[in-house]
């Protein structure tokens, strides 16, 4: 069975601040999908990135960085010089990428981002 | 525009009485998923559709049915709501292996 656990329920910064949001997953395949979400107060889920299991390199984009590593079966997300626009909740989910199922997203428990001006 | 729309947006009823919450997507995905939003506990999958006519069971599918006889629409049906049913939730599309597009969300409550 698939997991994913984001142990950080609340985070607390100051604007400008560099934050990391925890993802850790379990999965038996050998062949997956990790992504993030962004829910901000307003409730929408917004995209922000998808890395399948053969891509452990990081990806930056703008203010926003992830850090993949099989080792450790983790996913974390990064936000530098964080906004008051950057409060949410963020959710990590995997899929498994069989055609019987590829559409399976398990969702970690979400991580509330509060950041203070 | 791309997108998955949902209706109604916001529901109050009442227990036992029946409901359904549509879905539809216009990017002709084969993929539909329902999840539900709850206060610690993320978004849990409650069905999903591989295509017209194929549905399976999620992670919490009891008291809902779901049916998928068009491609693009994909109903959540409560034949007899219970408080516990009380939720936010949420449709999804997507085609094989991308990212899943959500629609704006239903909030639902049962008394």
């Known amino acids: 069975a698939q997991k994913v656990t984001q142990a950080q329920t609340e985070i607390s910064v100051v604007e400008k601040e560099d934050v990391t949001l925890d993802c850790v997953y379990e999965?038996?395949?050998?062949?997956?999908?990790l992504f993030w979400y962004k829910q901000p107060p307003s409730g929408e889920l917004v995209f922000l990135i998808r890395?399948?299991?053969?891509?452990?390199q990081n990806e930056i984009s703008g203010r926003y960085s992830w850090n993949f590593q099989k080792s450790t079966s983790s996913f974390n997300f990064t936000i530098t010089a964080s906004q008051v626009v950057d409060s949410a909740v963020y959710f990590c989910a995997l899929s498994e990428a069989e055609e019987t199922s590829g559409s399976r997203l398990t969702f970690g428990e979400g991580t509330q981002l509060t950041v203070n001006p | 525009e791309a997108q998955v729309t949902q209706n109604p947006r916001y529901l109050i009823t009442v227990t036992g009485k029946k409901l359904t919450v549509t879905c539809s997507q216009n990017?002709?995905?084969?993929?539909m998923s329902w999840y539900r939003q709850d206060p610690g506990l993320g978004l849990r999958q409650i069905y999903y559709s591989m295509n017209v006519e194929v549905t399976d069971k999620g992670d919490v599918p009891e008291g809902y049915k779901v049916s998928r006889k068009e491609k693009r629409n994909f109903p959540l049906i409560l034949e007899s709501p219970s408080p516990n049913q009380t939720s936010l939730y949420f449709c999804?599309?997507?085609?094989?292996?991308?990212?899943?597009?959500f629609g704006p969300g239903t909030r639902l409550t049962v008394t």
């Open positions: 990017m002709n995905h084969e993929y």
């Open positions: 890395r399948n299991s053969f891509d452990e």
């Open positions: 999804a599309s997507s085609s094989l292996r991308s990212e899943q597009y």
């Open positions: 999965t038996r395949d050998t062949t997956y999908y």
